[in-house]
C-alpha cells in the first residue's frame, strides 16, 4: 500500500526533540486511575514498532491482582536490598536515598515479555542474532514510552528485579523472557533532568564519547 510521502518540517522536528528530551523514567505517580482507552490507544500506537523478521515478539501481561503486586513488590525489595548491600560509604548512603520504583503508586503496571518460541517472521533475521528478538521488544517499549509521554503519561521501567522470580510469580510460558516490568500512570511531578542527575548519582554525558570512526 502505498501513501504520500509526509512531511515533518521543522515545528514537528523541533516538537520530536522536546518530546525526546521530556521522556523521563518516573518514579513517582498519582493513583488516579488511567482511561482505559488512553492505555489501548498508546499500546496500539506502540505495537507497529518495526520488529526482526515483523515477528511482533511482545507479550504484555497486565498486573492488577493485590497477590500478584505484592509478590513483584517483594522481589524489587529483596533486589535492592541486595544492590545496596554491594556498595559502601557514600555511595551506599546516596542509593539508600534514591527512589527507584513506582510500584506502590503506579495504576498500572505492565510486565512486557518476548516470547522466543515464537512462529511469527518464520526466523528470519535471528539465525546469527537470536538476540534481535529482544531488541525488537526493546525498541517496542522506547516508542511506547514516547506515546506515553505525548498523552500526558509517565513510565518508570523497573530493572531491579529477580526476572526468573517474576516469571514465577506471573506464571507466564516457560518460553517468555522478561524484558520489562513497566509503571504506568500520571507523573507527580514534571522535572526534563533524570532523577539520577537531580540527585548526584550520575551526570549524563557528552554523546560524542560513545562515537568513534574506523
Known amino acids: 500500500m502505498s501513501a504520500s510521502k509526509p ?5 514537528f522536528q523541533c516538537e520530536l526533540a ?8 518516573v518514579r513517582r505517580f498519582r493513583r488516579d486511575p ?4 488512553e492505555l489501548e490507544h498508546v499500546l496500539d500506537l506502540a505495537q507497529v514498532a518495526p520488529s ?11 498486573v492488577e491482582s ?11 525489595l529483596k533486589c535492592n536490598d541486595e ?5 559502601h560509604g557514600e555511595r551506599a548512603q546516596l542509593y539508600a536515598q534514591l527512589k527507584l520504583a513506582g510500584l506502590d503508586n503506579a495504576p498500572v503496571q505492565l510486565a512486557v515479555f518476548c516470547d522466543r518460541a515464537t512462529l511469527q517472521g518464520h526466523g528470519l533475521g535471528m539465525r546469527t542474532m537470536p538476540e534481535m528478538l529482544d531488541y525488537s ?30 516469571c514465577d510469580a506471573l506464571q507466564v510460558p516457560a518460553s517468555y523472557k522478561l524484558i520489562g516490568y513497566l509503571c504506568i500512570g500520571w507523573p507527580e511531578e514534571e522535572h526534563i533532568d533524570p ?8 551526570d549524563r554525558t557528552a554523546a560524542g564519547r560513545r562515537v568513534v570512526t574506523v
Do not use: T, Y
Open 34 to 37: 488511567v482511561p482505559e482507552a
Open 195 to 202: 532523577e539520577l542527575v537531580r540527585c548526584g548519582w550520575q
Open 137 to 166: 521488544v526493546a525498541g517496542m517499549i522506547s516508542g511506547l514510552w514516547l506515546a506515553l509521554r505525548a498523552a500526558g503519561l509517565g513510565l518508570g521501567w523497573v530493572s531491579i528485579l529477580d526476572p526468573e522470580a517474576a
Open 7 to 11: 512531511i515533518f518540517d521543522a515545528s
Open 66 to 76: 493485590v497477590e500478584k503486586r505484592e509478590a513483584i513488590r517483594r522481589n524489587f
Open 83 to 87: 544492590a545496596l548491600g554491594a556498595l
Open 52 to 62: 526482526v523478521g515483523n515477528s511482533q515478539p511482545w507479550r504484555f501481561v497486565r
Open 18 to 25: 522536546r518530546l525526546m528530551h521530556w521522556r523521563r523514567d
